[in-house]
Nanobody, 112 residues
Framework: VQLQASGGGLVQPGGSLRLSCVASGSIVSISIMYWYRQAPGKQREMVASITNGGSTTYRDTVKGRFTISRDNAKNTMYLQMSSLKPEDTAVYYC???????WGQGTLVTVSS
């Protein structure tokens, strides 16, 4: 199964965006899926994860602002981002366990 992230763009601080991660096949059997991000000049970091059962984890800096979800019927995972900050600017990627290719990601730019 290959994954492709989309939905990024330019947004002002305090704004919202929803990212989508569409799979090339069924995600029903994928036990855990992730959102990662990589800011310019920094290492890729995990942002959030979601299990098949709906359990979620978030890195501390996005807790209360980001919400991860998945729709197995649509083979899609989402990341709802609100109260965006300039430090959220990054290329966002989705992945799974076992890992798939990283794909091109989707750029989120938070700037006034």
């Amino acid at each position: 199964v290959q994954l492709q992230a989309s939905g990024g763009g330019l947004v002002q601080p305090g704004g919202s965006l929803r990212l989508s991660c569409v799979a090339s096949g069924s995600i029903v059997s994928i036990s855990i899926m992730y959102w990662y991000r990589q800011a310019p000049g920094k290492q890729r970091e995990m942002v959030a994860s979601i299990t098949n059962g709906g359990s979620t984890t978030y890195r501390d800096t996005v807790k209360g602002r980001f919400t991860i979800s998945r729709d197995n019927a649509k083979n899609t995972m989402y990341l709802q981002m609100s109260s965006l900050k300039p430090e959220d600017t990054a290329v966002y990627y989705c992945n799974k366990f076992p890992p798939a290719g990283w794909g091109q990601g989707t750029l989120v730019t938070v700037s006034s």
